[in-house]
């Protein structure tokens, strides 16, 4: 199967501070990539959508000038979280379905963020 | 995106097999019923997704009920590996973009 890696696996970071976080597509070309957040114990939610050179799509209450997506090539897409706060501590996971057509979609391994 | 239901938790032992409901009564005729799992602190893995007919894979085997509103995951020997949440989504095809929309899933033990 198709595989999706994410940099950094873990990231502590200060109050106040920005994180980005990378998503790659290693053996194919994702025209389209998802990003999820997970807290602990709840399932993943939706975040935003983003298609490659064009705007990210963002779910309803998700704040898009504080998470910031790029997805500038067809092989990587970021999440930039500006001006992070404790409460934006999460799992971050993102996926892709790979070439526009298929069935499956390949999830990341995910980025653990704490903000202090 | 359809509303599906699951238990919340199961448990199993070891090598036997493990049958995961699903209830989807609102699906469309375009849904298709996509399984996937989570293991803890990793992102979901894809187990097996059908439409209509029973579907069979290397990691598990989809049992689609005739009017499609409801479906079974069955791993058929549980291992301490297959400890995970299970979750069951309906995922429409066409248009631009392919949106899952995770439910609360199953949380399955397995005891050895």
């Known amino acids: 199967g198709a595989v999706v890696s994410q940099h950094p696996s873990r990231v502590i970071c200060k109050s106040g501070t920005s994180v980005k976080i990378e998503c790659r597509s290693l053996?194919?070309?994702?025209?389209?990539m998802f990003w999820y957040r997970q807290f602990p114990k709840q399932s993943l939610m939706l975040m935003a959508t983003?298609?490659?050179?064009?705007?990210?799509?963002?779910e309803q209450g998700v704040e898009k000038d504080k998470f910031l997506i790029n997805h500038a090539s067809l092989t990587l897409s970021t999440l930039t979280v500006t001006s992070a706060h404790p409460e934006d501590s999460s799992f971050y996971i993102c996926?892709?379905?790979?070439?526009?057509?298929?069935?499956?979609?390949?999830f990341g391994p995910g980025t653990r963020l704490t903000v202090l | 995106d359809a509303k599906t239901t699951q238990p919340n938790s199961m448990e199993s032992n070891e090598e036997e097999p493990v049958h995961l409901p699903c209830n989807h009564s609102?699906?469309?005729?375009?849904?298709?019923i996509h399984w996937y799992r989570q293991l803890p602190s990793q992102g979901p893995e894809y187990v097996i997704h059908?439409?209509?007919s029973n579907v069979n894979n290397r990691m598990a085997s989809l049992a689609i009920a005739e009017d499609r509103k409801s479906s079974t995951l069955i791993l058929h020997r549980a291992t301490l590996r297959d400890a995970a949440v299970y979750y069951c989504?309906?995922?429409?095809?066409?248009?631009?973009?392919?949106?899952?929309?995770f439910g609360k899933g199953t949380l399955l033990t397995v005891n050895p």
């Open positions: 996926s892709s379905d790979g070439t526009s057509g298929t069935d499956t979609q390949y």
């Open positions: 053996d194919f070309q994702a025209t389209t």
């Open positions: 983003s298609n490659e050179g064009s705007k990210a799509t963002y």
């Open positions: 609102t699906i469309s005729g375009t849904d298709y």
């Open positions: 059908g439409l209509t």
């Open positions: 989504i309906l995922k429409s095809r066409g248009g631009s973009n392919y949106k899952l929309t």
